[in-house]
């Protein structure tokens, strides 16, 4: 499965760019999201499956936070609609489908930071 936004080329030349200038320090940048991301993925399912807006939140928050940090901005998007999401719209379709995308396109992510870690 194919994330519609993957992470692009130009943000990953940004990032090489700026790892060149501060050694060591996109590197770690991007090693503080692989470790924390999946982590943050899980509290936001199981937050939004027991309908917990605080903790979906904080963990939203959290997500975005990081992904803005990596110049990730649709990803940023993806979350911030879960940050401010309604209690009433918990288990909707569309919200369903957002969380869905979420953790789709962050496994994507996933993946080309950690293959591309090295090459920074």
Not at 3 to 11: A, E, I, K, S, V
Not at 17 to 36: H, Q
Not at 91 to 114: M, P
């Amino acid at each position: 499965m194919s994330t519609p936004h993957p992470l692009d080329r130009q943000t990953l030349d940004q990032l090489r760019l700026l790892e060149r200038e501060n050694p060591g320090l996109m590197k770690e940048v991007i090693r503080l999201f692989v470790a924390d991301a999946p982590k943050q993925m899980r509290l936001i399912d199981s937050a939004y499956r027991q309908r917990d807006p605080e903790g979906l939140r904080q963990s939203a928050h959290f997500l975005r936070s990081g992904a803005l940090a990596l110049g990730l901005g649709w990803l940023a998007d993806c979350t911030n609609s879960l940050e401010h999401l309604a209690l009433e719209a918990y288990g909707s379709d569309d919200s369903d489908r957002c969380v869905k995308n979420l953790r789709a396109e962050l496994h994507q992510v996933l993946l080309v930071l950690l293959r591309d870690l090295k090459t920074l």
